[in-house]
């Protein structure tokens, strides 16, 4: 069964660091496109940052960009996305995604067919 499971999220002052993982199991994404998707409530989920296979080509919504780092580690099926000078806005909860069908890391949602179940990430101000 194929599983990507999220962990690192928490509660977090503004300004601080959170660095959140996604483990896949069920079968290897050493080959795929990754991404981080997050929600907030009542807001529509939206792009965060995505990963090519070989951690080569990165892309980031420009919310996120110069605070937040995709990576990735391919020996372990593992994704991370650490987060730093969090601000309020950044609550929500945060979904690992994963594309088994060819293409890049993209921006959209629609490119993706693997969901993780999300963590939560809340930054007080």
């Known amino acids: 069964q194929v599983q990507l499971v999220e962990s690192g999220g928490g509660l977090v002052q503004a300004g601080g660091s959170l660095r959140l993982f996604c483990a896949a199991s069920g079968r290897t994404f050493s080959n795929v496109a990754m991404g981080w998707f997050r929600q907030a409530p009542g807001k529509e989920r939206e792009f965060v940052s995505a990963i090519s296979w070989n951690g080569g080509i990165t892309n980031y919504a420009d919310s996120v960009k110069g605070r937040f780092i995709i990576s990735r580690d391919n020996a372990k099926n593992t994704l991370y996305l650490q987060m730093n000078s969090l601000k309020p806005e950044d609550t929500a909860n945060y979904y690992c995604?994963?594309?088994?069908?060819?293409?890049?890391?993209?921006?959209?949602?629609?490119?993706?067919?693997?969901w993780g179940q999300g963590t939560q990430v809340t930054v007080s101000s």
């Open positions: 995604a994963a594309r088994t069908w060819p293409g890049g890391p993209g921006y959209s949602e629609f490119e993706y067919n693997y």
